[in-house]
């Protein structure tokens, strides 16, 4: 598949995708960009959260790491599950309750104004992270194979796709989000089923056949029972529950969304129908591994050395056909877009709400506009630039970076909303930042020691937990019941 073969798919689709959003952001305003003017169909919603949750890395990394994890990613999905029902029945009828634009409001009216900027503060550090190396996943694939051959630079690369995502989210935010996502999810699971049937076709196998030849290899295991490793089942089990909530229940981006529905009724039908939906999906997503890994074996094909991030779309732009090749195009743009413009709408909601206080009535409508925008543009450039340093750092598996960077990250909004929910305590306001600061140093010093200290122990996802616990305990102590500390 040459270089222009792929831009052209790349153009093609992003014009389909300026096409939805010139419709749906018409007579767009400020509440349309915030929370889609409350009026999002909850079905919609669930079906665009899928692509939105999966995003460029799922795409990519999952079906590569079954190499070395086997589907022991899977007992985190379980996790999930789990998870997303927390946010259902506990987090969203609480968001709903408090008619809440930015869910850190909720921290201000409970704890103080400290702690809701520090929530606010940790959510915007996560999800900048977040969302640039989900982004850059994607871009790192279309440099190697469209923009490299041609001398272009990787910043240029980059450039230019947040300037397309700038573009088509300047205007209607949440209200054009909500349909864009469901386009893109439509496209990436074409993509993936496609690819499935493909390799499966190459392998000249019978649906029985891929589901028997997948079921009696080794990457089909799921469960690992021994307690130093990592994948260790409680830990990724209880980890991956709390990553859910902290990262979708506890995060903007995922409930700007979600609430964005009529009532909280149909926002918990949505999470539900998505959480179902999700763990089927990702068992596919690792089936899809199991099928690289054997078709590598049978036609031994060179495995490539980044092996995780580089395996999917080696075989698919090279081995499989042009067809493949631009299945494979299409589910990664179609995965990239929803990781960069959810975070750009949803990290300036934060900024404009949370720091600026839009629902002060500070400005006027004309004003908040023009500084939404304002906001809007210079987050794009801040992923920019993190995309561009990760690119010059990076030497590991993306999916690990991005979890290993969420237990740091998560963990103290984790910890602030437990406080504020399971409690009636109030808390010494000024000093949590100095708790949410020092969590996450804590846990550093401990997932670095782990070995030495914990006889072998070796932390997994299950730091997000630690950390979380720390901030809560951090929080108890600067706390007393009914008289609410200056």
Not at 2 to 15: D, E, F, G, S, W
Not at 102 to 119: A, D, F, M, P
Not at 223 to 232: L, Y
Not at 432 to 456: A, M, Q, R
């Amino acid at each position: 598949m040459t270089p222009a073969l792929i831009l052209t798919v790349v153009l093609i689709y992003t014009i389909l995708l300026f096409g939805i959003t010139f419709y749906t952001s018409r007579n767009a305003d400020n509440q349309s960009y915030f929370v889609g003017n409350r009026a999002s169909p909850w079905y919609v919603v669930a079906y665009g959260m899928i692509g939105a949750s999966l995003s460029g890395v799922t795409f990519m990394s999952v079906p590569g790491d079954v190499g070395t994890g086997n589907f022991s990613y899977f007992q985190m999905v379980l996790g999930y599950l789990l998870g997303y029902g927390v946010i259902a029945f506990v987090l969203l009828p609480v968001y709903y309750r408090m008619n809440l634009t930015s869910i850190y409001t909720y921290l201000k009216e409970r704890l103080g104004v400290s702690t809701y900027k520090t929530g606010a503060f940790f959510f915007i550090l996560s999800r900048v992270v977040g969302a640039s190396f989900r982004l850059y996943i994607v871009i790192y694939v279309l440099q190697l194979f469209i923009f490299q051959a041609w001398g272009v630079p990787f910043w240029l690369t980059v450039l230019i796709f947040i300037l397309l995502i700038l573009a088509y989210t300047f205007k209607g935010g949440v209200k054009t989000i909500v349909w864009t996502d469901s386009l893109q999810t439509t496209f990436m699971l074409l993509s993936l089923f496609l690819s499935v049937y493909l390799i499966s076709d190459q392998l000249n196998w019978s649906f029985s056949e891929v589901i028997s030849q997948i079921t009696e290899s080794s990457y089909s295991d799921i469960f690992v029972w021994d307690w130093h490793a990592g994948t260790f089942f409680p830990k990724h089990f209880f980890g991956g529950m709390f990553i859910a909530i902290a990262m979708t229940g506890l995060d903007q981006e995922m409930m700007q969304k979600n609430i964005s529905c009529r009532n909280v009724g149909e926002s918990q039908k949505n999470m539900v129908t998505f959480s179902i939906i999700l763990v089927f999906v990702n068992l596919i997503f690792l089936s899809l591994g199991a099928l690289l890994y054997l078709y590598v074996q049978k036609e031994g094909i060179v495995i490539p050395e980044r092996t995780t991030d580089d395996l999917f779309p080696s075989i698919a732009l090279n081995h499989l056909g042009t067809f493949s090749a631009i299945c494979f195009i299409i589910g990664l743009i179609s995965a990239a877009y929803p990781s960069a413009d959810g975070a750009l709408t949803a990290l300036t909601a934060s900024v404009c709400i949370d720091f600026l206080g839009f629902e002060e009535g500070k400005y006027s409508e004309e004003q908040k506009t023009k500084i939404r925008k304002r906001v809007h543009v210079i987050f794009g450039f801040v992923l920019l630039a993190v995309i561009v340093i990760f690119h010059a750092i990076n030497n590991q598996a993306v999916i690990r970076q991005i979890f290993k960077a969420a237990n740091y990250t998560y963990g103290p909004l984790l910890g602030l909303f437990a406080f504020g929910i399971l409690t009636k305590r109030n808390v010494f306001d000024k000093m949590v930042p100095v708790v949410g600061i020092l969590s996450p140093v804590i846990c550093y010093v401990l997932d670095v020691n782990s070995k030495e200290w914990f006889n072998g122990y070796k932390f997994g996802n299950e730091l997000i937990i630690v950390n979380g616990c720390i901030t809560f305990l951090g929080l108890l102590l600067l706390s007393r019941n009914k008289k609410v500390l200056a």
